[in-house]
């Protein structure tokens, strides 16, 4: 019942997922700051709780359409 569309907020999230991604990859690569794949950690566990509550309250919801399901 919503629009597939994403906004700003979605392409920010999507582009830090990415950033998360590569940290963890340059992390694993010998002689890398072992800190980076701490930092990919957060960045991502970051990501995820943002994206959790931003879809995360549609569960229960009625849908925005007003058909039924």
Same mark, same amino acid.
């Given at each position: @019942?919503? !629009?597939? &569309? !994403?906004?700003?907020?979605?392409? $920010?999230?999507?582009?830090?997922?990415?950033? %998360?991604? &590569?940290?963890? #990859?340059? @992390? !694993? &690569?010998? $002689? %890398?700051?072992? @800190?980076? #794949?701490? &930092?990919a950690a957060l960045v991502w566990a970051m990501v995820m709780a943002v994206w959790g509550v931003r879809y995360g309250s549609w569960f229960g919801r009625l849908r925005v359409d007003g058909k039924p399901g």
């Open positions: @019942g919503r !629009a597939l &569309v !994403a906004d700003n907020t979605v392409w $920010g999230l999507f582009w830090t997922l990415q950033l %998360a991604t &590569v940290l963890r #990859i340059t @992390g !694993a &690569v010998p $002689g %890398a700051p072992g @800190g980076l #794949i701490l &930092v």
